[in-house]
Nanobody, 117 residues
Framework: QVQLVESGGGLVQPGGSLRLSCAASGFTFSMYVMRWYRQVPGKERELVAGISSAGGVINYADSVKGRFIISRDNTKNTLYLQMNSLKPEDTAVYYC??????????WGQGTQVTVSS
């Protein structure tokens, strides 16, 4: 079955960096668009960044453009999110996501990122 397992979250000071990883299994990773979302309690889940199957098309939310970098390694079935110049408003649970068959959404368990001094 599809499994997405995020790691790399933690506590970081404003201006710091973190690198999130999402290990994928149970499907042909290299064939699917992958995305990072984030969610703050009481708010809707927000799309942070997306990357096409081969990595040639990338998009970002305006709030993270110029600071975050999404990438993937199809040989390792792994998705990444490099987060730089972190701000307190980046504090959230970050989720890895993919969609198969047009309507079947798959999510990881999430990893907490806290930006605070």
């Amino acid at each position: 079955q599809v499994q997405l397992v995020e790691s790399g979250g933690g506590l970081v000071q404003p201006g710091g960096s973190l690198r999130l990883s999402c290990a994928a299994s149970g499907f042909t990773f290299s064939m699917y668009v992958m995305r990072w979302y984030r969610q703050v309690p009481g708010k809707e889940r927000e799309l942070v960044a997306g990357i096409s199957s081969a990595g040639g098309v990338i998009n970002y939310a305006d709030s993270v453009k110029g600071r975050f970098i999404i990438s993937r390694d199809n040989t390792k079935n792994t998705l990444y999110l490099q987060m730089n110049s972190l701000k307190p408003e980046d504090t959230a649970v970050y989720y890895c996501h993919t969609r198969r068959g047009g309507t079947n959404n798959y999510w990881g368990q999430g990893t907490q990122v806290t930006v605070s001094s």
